[in-house]
């Protein structure tokens, strides 16, 4: 007898037909970075993967967050045949606080008599004989006791969720624009989970929002790396581009004017490092500057996709995820952000690209974009 735990993958990567290899190997990289460091042996039987470790709990918690894995069991090995089968199920089911039961058969290996009907009926007339507090439900069991039967047999009831979505790293990468807020961390992680490499990008308006901010930017670019495992922070001063648009600009143009400087910004980094995309938290409407005219606008100085995989959740969906990812509590420390500390008072809602376009025309636009990228910090 043996404990193990046993990866499968989120349906997703079986659909990639010719592909499905450089999916699969991505997968099974990013899950032996996660654990890497720690005692453990990597297996492959027919298609499923096993992890066999004496920490067993620690890889659980940490290979159900890499992204394209959909479970992760608690899976006893014993010798293929019924009768070590049927021990280790009545096992499972003492273990097991449900009142209710089915056993699930799957023989891999056919060669092994009796068929899995008959294995999934003897091993739960066993547990019954064994067992008089439970009874077999087959439509809505409290337990499901899974029988895999290959070349040893595999027991399990025991099933943690995986995070789903795709490898990291599988489908291309974009720069992420990371404020201090709810929003952002969740479009990236959202990024991340279909496979997107994630780079990160704040803007800092020293001395008008303060280290304490920028510490928290780091923060949640941690807490990111949980999800991604390696992720680079980029710093790029933002007062000297604001205090331009503030002198020469109209008051009511600075937010959208700023926000093309972002987008600039972001795309102009991007290009640098090769990356393919720009993504922003974003949800339409939720505030005067996420109008569908002022992303409109926003978007006009990007020379590539920006993707705002927020732009239709309600924020109370979005804070949903960010207490699951763990980015909320940080989020919601009140410290400043260059947004919010120049807002005008009445900012414009609607505003027209060639109106913008002709206020901005009096600011050295590459000028200023350069300087602030060569002035930038670097955090890997
Ligand atoms: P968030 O919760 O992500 O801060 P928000 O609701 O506060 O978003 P805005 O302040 O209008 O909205 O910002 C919209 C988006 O612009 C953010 O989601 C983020 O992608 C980007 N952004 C805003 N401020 C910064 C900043 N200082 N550095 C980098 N990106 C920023
Ligand atoms: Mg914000």
Same mark, same amino acid.
């Given at each position: 007898?043996?404990?193990l735990i046993l990866v499968k993958f989120a349906?997703?990567?079986?659909?990639? $037909?010719?592909?499905?290899?450089?999916?699969? %190997?991505?997968l099974k990289?990013?899950i032996k970075?996660?654990i890497?460091?720690?005692?453990?042996?990597f297996v492959e039987?027919?298609?499923r993967w096993f992890i066999?470790?004496?920490?067993? *709990?620690?890889i659980i918690?940490?290979v159900k967050?890499v992204?394209g894995v959909m479970e992760v069991c608690?899976v006893?090995?014993?010798?293929?045949?019924?009768? @070590?089968?049927?021990?280790?199920?009545?096992?499972?089911? !003492?273990?097991?606080?449900? #009142?209710?039961?089915?056993?699930?058969?799957?023989?891999?290996?056919?060669?092994?008599?009796?068929?899995?009907? *008959?294995?999934?009926?003897?091993? $739960?007339?066993?547990?019954?004989?064994?067992? @008089?507090?439970?009874?077999? +439900?087959?439509?809505?069991?409290?337990?499901?006791?899974?029988?895999?039967?290959?070349?040893?047999?595999?027991?399990?009831?025991?099933?943690i969720?995986g995070?789903?979505?795709?490898?990291?790293?599988?489908?291309?990468?974009?720069?992420?624009?990371? /404020?201090?807020?709810?929003?952002?961390?969740?479009?990236?992680?959202?990024?991340?989970?279909?496979?997107?490499?994630?780079?990160?990008?704040?803007?800092?308006?020293? =001395?008008?929002?303060?280290?304490?901010?920028?510490?928290?930017?780091?923060?949640?670019?941690?807490?990111? #790396? $949980?999800?991604?495992? %390696?992720?680079?922070?980029?710093?790029?001063?933002?007062?000297?581009?604001?205090?331009?648009?503030?002198?020469?600009?109209? @008051? +009511?143009?600075?937010?959208?004017?700023?926000?093309?400087?972002?987008?600039?910004?972001?795309?102009?980094?991007?290009?640098?490092?090769?990356?393919?995309?720009?993504?922003?938290?974003?949800?339409?409407?939720?505030?005067?500057?996420?109008?569908?005219?002022?992303?409109?606008? /926003? +978007?006009?100085?990007?020379?590539?996709?920006?993707?705002?995989?927020?732009?239709?959740?309600?924020?109370? +969906?979005?804070?949903?995820?960010?207490?699951?990812?763990?980015?909320?509590?940080?989020?919601?420390?009140?410290?400043? *952000?260059?947004?919010?500390?120049? !807002? =005008?008072?009445?900012?414009?809602? #609607? =505003?027209?690209?060639?109106?913008?376009?002709?206020?901005? /025309?009096?600011?050295?636009? *590459? %000028?200023?974009?350069?300087?602030?990228?060569?002035?930038? @910090?670097?955090?890997?």
């Amino acid at each position: 007898m043996r404990k193990l735990i046993l990866v499968k993958f989120a349906p997703e990567i079986f659909l990639k $037909g010719l592909n499905r290899g450089k999916f699969e %190997k991505k997968l099974k990289d990013n899950i032996k970075n996660v654990i890497k460091g720690l005692e453990y042996e990597f297996v492959e039987d027919q298609g499923r993967w096993f992890i066999y470790s004496e920490q067993l *709990d620690t890889i659980i918690n940490k290979v159900k967050n890499v992204f394209g894995v959909m479970e992760v069991c608690e899976v006893t090995q014993v010798e293929a045949n019924l009768e @070590e089968i049927e021990k280790q199920a009545v096992l499972e089911m !003492v273990g097991s606080p449900a #009142k209710t039961f089915k056993v699930e058969t799957n023989r891999a290996n056919k060669s092994f008599k009796p068929g899995s009907m *008959d294995v999934s009926r003897k091993v $739960g007339g066993c547990i019954l004989k064994n067992n @008089e507090n439970v009874s077999v +439900d087959v439509h809505n069991p409290e337990c499901v006791i899974n029988i895999e039967i290959r070349k040893m047999a595999y027991i399990y009831s025991k099933r943690i969720k995986g995070v789903c979505g795709l490898p990291y790293g599988m489908n291309g990468s974009t720069m992420l624009m990371l /404020s201090g807020g709810i929003d952002s961390p969740v479009a990236g992680y959202m990024m991340a989970r279909r496979g997107v490499e994630v780079h990160a990008v704040y803007y800092h308006s020293h =001395p008008y929002t303060s280290e304490r901010a920028k510490d928290k930017v780091k923060q949640l670019t941690n807490i990111l #790396k $949980g999800y991604t495992g %390696k992720l680079t922070l980029y710093v790029v001063p933002f007062t000297e581009i604001q205090m331009e648009i503030i002198d020469k600009c109209r @008051e +009511d143009e600075l937010t959208i004017i700023m926000r093309r400087f972002m987008m600039r910004l972001a795309c102009a980094l991007a290009d640098k490092y090769g990356i393919n995309s720009v993504t922003t938290g974003e949800s339409i409407g939720q505030v005067a500057s996420q109008t569908m005219e002022g992303l409109v606008v /926003s +978007d006009d100085v990007a020379d590539r996709p920006v993707f705002r995989p927020l732009v239709a959740m309600d924020k109370i +969906d979005i804070i949903e995820v960010s207490r699951k990812i763990d980015t909320y509590e940080t989020s919601i420390l009140p410290y400043e *952000d260059c947004c919010t500390i120049f !807002v =005008p008072k009445h900012p414009k809602t #609607k =505003p027209r690209l060639v109106e913008i376009t002709k206020s901005e /025309s009096v600011l050295d636009i *590459d %000028k200023l974009v350069e300087k602030a990228i060569a002035d930038m @910090e670097i955090y890997k």
